[in-house]
C-alpha cells in the first residue's frame, strides 16, 4: 500500500476527539510508529493499514469507522497522490459515476497486490466495483467497512448526496455497490 496514502489516513484521524485519537494511536502504536517512518512513496504492506483501521473502530465504532474513512479520502484526494485524479476529473465535469469509473486507476495508485478492481454502471445513479483476487487481509469486515466510507467519500466528491457504498456478501469477487441521490 503507497506510504502517501497511510499517511493521510493518520492525518484524517485528527478529525476524531482528541482522547479518541490518542487511544486509537496507543492500540497501533507498533503499525503507526512504522507508517510515519516512512517515505511518502514506499510501498508498505497492507497489514498495517489493517491494524489501523480495526484499531479506528476499536475506539469509535462502525459508524465512527465510517467517517474517518470518508475523511481519510478526502485528505488523499487533497494531496500528490490522488490530487491529479481529482484535477482530471474536475476538467472532465464532475458525477458520481466519472468518478467511480475512474476507481480502478486511482486503487492503482494506492495498493499493489490488493487485487484488481472494475468498474460496472448499473443505472443513472447506482454502480458496482468488483474487486477480483483481493488478498485476505483485505477481506476482513472491519477493514472492509473503512473502505465503503471512503467509497462514500469519493461518491460525494463526484457530487452524489445521501451516498451509500456496501460490500454484498464476501464471495469472489468482493462487491461493492455504490448508490446516491
Do not use: Q
Request: aromatic share 4%.
Amino acid at each position: 500500500m503507497r506510504a502517501s496514502h497511510l499517511h493521510s489516513n493518520l492525518e484524517a484521524l485528527s478529525i476524531l476527539e482528541p482522547a479518541d485519537e490518542a487511544a486509537i494511536r496507543a492500540r497501533a502504536a507498533d503499525a503507526i510508529a512504522e507508517i510515519e517512518a516512512s517515505v511518502r512513496t514506499a510501498w508498505l504492506p497492507l497489514p498495517l493499514d489493517v491494524a489501523l483501521t480495526a484499531a479506528v473502530e476499536a475506539v469509535v465504532g462502525p459508524d465512527g469507522l465510517r467517517a474517518w474513512g470518508r475523511e481519510a479520502i478526502l485528505e488523499s484526494a487533497s494531496g500528490p497522490l490522488l490530487g491529479p485524479v481529482r484535477s482530471a476529473l474536475v476538467s472532465l465535469g464532475l458525477n458520481p459515476l466519472r468518478t467511480l469509473k475512474r476507481a480502478p486507476s486511482a486503487w492503482g495508485l494506492i495498493y499493489r497486490h490488493c487485487g484488481a478492481l472494475r468498474f460496472e454502471a448499473r443505472g443513472e445513479r447506482e454502480a458496482a466495483l468488483l474487486l477480483d483476487d483481493a488478498p485476505p487481509a483485505m477481506r476482513d469486515p472491519t477493514y472492509l467497512r473503512g473502505i465503503e466510507g471512503a467509497f462514500e467519500a469519493a461518491i460525494a466528491i463526484g457530487g452524489g448526496e445521501e451516498a451509500r457504498a456496501r460490500f454484498e456478501g464476501l464471495g469472489e469477487p468482493l462487491e461493492l455497490v455504490c448508490t446516491w441521490r
